[in-house]
C-alpha cells in the first residue's frame, strides 16, 4: 500500500499524584486545553480532555507512528512544567506515575466523549479510584490493588 490509513481511539486517565484535589474548577479548564494542544503537537488529535479536582481523562485519535508510552510521558511532564511555572499552585505540581489507556472503536465515540464531557456529574456517585477500578473490569486488565495508586507516606 502507498498510504497508511489508521483509526485508533484511545482513553487515557491519569492523576494527580497522592490523588490530591489541586486542580481547581476556576482554572482546570485552562490545563485541560494545554493538555489538548500537547497531545495535537504530537501529530495525534484531541477529541476530548476533561476531569475534576484529582484526575484527567484525554481521548484522542492516535497517530500510528506515536507510541502511547512516549505520547504520555511527553504530555504529562510538559503539562506538569507548564503548571508549576504558571504559579497556580503554591506547592509543586506533579501528575502521578503510570496512566490507565483503553482503546475503542469507531462506534463508541460519542458515547466516550458524552461519558468525559460529563466528569463532574459522573463523580458526583462514584470516587475516582471506583472508576477506575470498573474501567480496569471492564476491559478485563488484571492489576493488584496495592499497586493502582501512590498514597501519601
Known amino acids: 500500500m502507498a498510504n497508511t490509513y489508521h483509526q485508533v481511539y484511545i482513553q487515557c486517565v491519569f492523576a494527580v499524584k497522592y490523588r490530591k484535589a489541586v486542580l481547581?474548577?476556576?482554572?482546570?479548564?485552562?490545563v485541560f486545553a494545554v493538555l489538548g494542544n500537547l497531545i495535537n503537537e504530537t501529530g495525534c488529535k484531541t477529541i476530548?480532555?476533561?476531569?475534576v479536582e484529582d484526575h484527567v481523562h484525554c481521548f484522542l485519535s492516535l497517530k500510528p507512528t506515536v507510541s502511547i508510552?512516549?505520547?504520555?510521558k511527553s504530555v504529562k511532564a510538559k503539562s506538569?512544567?507548564?503548571i508549576n511555572e504558571t504559579g497556580l499552585l503554591k506547592e509543586r505540581f506533579e501528575?502521578?506515575?503510570?496512566?490507565?489507556?483503553f482503546s475503542y472503536s469507531k462506534s463508541a465515540v460519542k458515547?466516550?466523549?458524552?461519558?468525559?464531557a460529563n466528569q463532574e456529574e459522573h463523580h458526583r456517585k462514584k470516587s475516582f479510584k471506583e472508576e477506575y477500578i470498573a474501567l480496569l473490569d471492564e476491559f478485563e486488565i488484571p492489576y493488584e490493588?496495592?499497586?493502582l495508586f501512590e498514597d501519601l507516606i
Open 80 to 82: 506538569s512544567k507548564r
Open 145 to 147: 490493588d496495592r499497586y
Open 24 to 30: 481547581h474548577k476556576d482554572w482546570r479548564s485552562s
Open 95 to 101: 501528575w502521578q506515575v503510570g496512566y490507565g489507556v
Open 48 to 51: 476530548i480532555v476533561n476531569g
Open 69 to 72: 508510552s512516549d505520547l504520555m
Open 111 to 116: 458515547n466516550v466523549y458524552n461519558y468525559i
